[in-house]
């Protein structure tokens, strides 16, 4: 990115904090610098909870799964799952076992089942009820990686007819999220008797200072600059938002006052009255280019 190409853009501003989610509906890992692959931040929802028709798991029906904490150990070889009152559960990032097909909405996939331990340790911890304790009837899960042989496309209908790919994510490669739509969400929180709530609850990939409240919603693509070369993150669909905003990631406990306020305000007419927060975006440029913490972004307002 060029500096006069920065000074011309409507909008600047700069990578303020970085996620990845190795395991879809987990809790995420804040780094400092991401590899950007051609499905998104490098092994963001690689991994997934299944139920024993193949079906995904998500904190919609578990809530619990927001206190699974990831930890990549070994320079990256390994990846550690930690939950309250459970042994850690270690894998070899590169280790898959039998190969398996599973389902995340409407797309039918392939991927690598990870073996009956793995499954153990999530029925195990997914058996407790939310103080911990164990309840009766509960169901059997599994553990899966995304084949990375398969090419995963977001809905061409929203990237224009690009062909995009991700991996479990729900539809899109990279979430994006500006600092100051949280802000204000946070002060009509607070305006109304209730605490504020931090970004985790939003799941983002990247977020973003320096952005007027929900300006992700309304420039085209964005342009980073890297070390590498320029990254081109382009905006194309807003993110409707379920449930799992009212999910405390701290304790998994659920209440309604994060979509009860979303709803005064943020219904949008582009999903028929959805509840919208954060867009999602797909790469357009800067396969293999690292994106890091302060780097700069600009962008155009796009009028569509």
Same mark, same amino acid.
């Given at each position: 990115?060029?500096?006069?190409?920065?000074?011309?853009?409507?909008?600047?501003?700069?990578?303020?904090?970085?996620?990845?989610?190795?395991?879809?509906?987990?809790?995420?890992?804040?780094?400092?610098?991401?590899? +950007?692959?051609?499905?998104?931040?490098?092994?963001?929802?690689?991994?997934?909870?299944?139920?024993?028709?193949?079906?995904?798991?998500?904190?919609?029906?578990?809530?619990?799964?927001?206190?699974?904490?990831?930890?990549?150990?070994?320079?990256?070889?390994?990846?550690?799952?930690?939950?309250?009152? =459970?042994?850690?559960?270690?894998?070899?990032?590169?280790?898959?076992?039998?190969?398996?097909?599973?389902?995340?909405?409407?797309?039918?996939?392939?991927?690598?089942? =990870?073996?009956?331990?793995?499954?153990?340790?999530?029925?195990?911890f997914l058996s407790l009820n939310e103080d911990g304790l164990p309840q009766g009837g509960?169901?059997?899960?599994?553990?899966?990686?995304f084949d990375p042989e398969h090419r995963r496309l977001s809905d061409k209908k929203w990237?224009?007819?690009?062909?995009?790919?991700?991996?479990?994510?729900?539809?899109?490669?990279?979430?994006?999220?500006?600092?100051?739509? +949280?802000?204000?969400?946070?002060?009509?929180?607070?305006?109304?008797?209730?605490?504020?709530?931090?970004?985790?609850?939003?799941?983002?990939?990247?977020?973003?200072?320096?952005?007027?409240?929900?300006?992700?919603?309304?420039?085209?693509?964005?342009?980073?600059?890297?070390?590498?070369?320029?990254?081109?993150?382009?905006?194309?669909?807003?993110?409707?938002?379920?449930?799992?905003?009212?999910?405390?990631?701290?304790?998994?406990?659920?209440?309604?006052?994060?979509?009860?306020?979303?709803?005064?305000?943020?219904?949008?007419?582009?999903?028929?009255?959805?509840?919208?927060?954060?867009?999602?975006?797909?790469?357009?440029?800067?396969?293999?280019?690292?994106?890091?913490?302060?780097?700069?972004?600009?962008?155009?307002?796009?009028?569509?």
């Amino acid at each position: 990115m060029s500096e006069s190409a920065e000074i011309s853009a409507d909008v600047q501003a700069r990578i303020a904090r970085l996620f990845i989610y190795p395991v879809k509906s987990c809790a995420g890992i804040e780094v400092s610098e991401a590899l +950007l692959t051609e499905t998104g931040l490098d092994l963001d929802r690689a991994w997934m909870v299944v139920d024993e028709q193949g079906e995904f798991v998500t904190q919609r029906e578990e809530p619990r799964l927001a206190l699974v904490q990831p930890q990549f150990k070994r320079g990256g070889t390994e990846l550690a799952l930690r939950a309250p009152g =459970m042994l850690a559960l270690h894998l070899r990032v590169d280790a898959a076992e039998a190969p398996t097909r599973v389902r995340i909405w409407n797309d039918e996939v392939p991927a690598y089942d =990870m073996g009956d331990v793995a499954a153990q340790w999530f029925t195990d911890f997914l058996s407790l009820n939310e103080d911990g304790l164990p309840q009766g009837g509960a169901p059997k899960y599994r553990l899966v990686r995304f084949d990375p042989e398969h090419r995963r496309l977001s809905d061409k209908k929203w990237t224009g007819g690009v062909t995009a790919l991700n991996q479990f994510d729900d539809g899109f490669a990279v979430l994006v999220l500006g600092q100051a739509s +949280l802000d204000g969400l946070n002060a009509r929180l607070q305006a109304a008797g209730h605490a504020p709530v931090d970004v985790r609850r939003f799941r983002p990939n990247i977020v973003l200072e320096g952005l007027e409240a929900h300006d992700e919603d309304r420039v085209g693509p964005l342009q980073i600059g890297t070390a590498e070369g320029s990254a081109v993150l382009t905006p194309v669909k807003p993110c409707a938002r379920c449930p799992i905003p009212n999910i405390d990631p701290t304790t998994a406990r659920s209440s309604p006052e994060v979509s009860d306020t979303l709803q005064t305000y943020r219904q949008d007419a582009r999903l028929k009255g959805a509840l919208t927060f954060g867009m999602n975006a797909i790469i357009t440029a800067g396969v293999d280019t690292v994106l890091r913490v302060g780097q700069k972004v600009s962008a155009d307002y796009r009028f569509d």
